[in-house]
């Protein structure tokens, strides 16, 4: 396991007690450097969206076991606790799971029947694939190998 996902599980850890107390859902913890600073985000959900409060509640609880426990070693790092947006990307089974029948924006690596970027309603997802259904009711399974992103579509 890498340094990144031993730092992205232990937060986990500490996370899901905290939301629990709150009736939040975790949405995805990451660990990645952007230009020159480290930043450890937490994304975070509940029923009707999270606010502003929501994230400084959670923010400074974390914040404290992090201060407390102290294994991120050797980098100085910007922690961030916010609402996953509108688009958020599906990564983990658990994203999959929770969005079965949401309309999903899927973007491929390379071109598939001339296009890149196909949006429809996640039917099905296995290790291996994503099947979503298409506006006109046509089913387009996708291996996971071909997709670049995959998330909640929006419309404006």
Known sequence: MSKRESYEQKTEAILLPILEEYGFDLWDVEYVKEGSNW???????KPGGININDCEAVSRR????LDE???IDD????????SPG?????KKEKDFKRSLGEEVEIRTYRMIE????????LRAYDDK???????DGETKTFLKTDIALVRLAFDF
């Open 86 to 90: 509108l688009g958020r990307p599906l």
């Open 129 to 135: 694939s994503v099947t979503i259904e298409t506006e």
């Open 75 to 82: 980098d100085s790092y910007i922690l961030e606790v916010s």
């Open 39 to 45: 930043y450890l985000r937490a994304y975070i959900d």
């Open 62 to 65: 974390l914040s404290d076991i």
């Open 114 to 121: 001339k296009q890149k970027e196909f949006v429809g309603l």
């Open 69 to 71: 426990q102290d294994f």
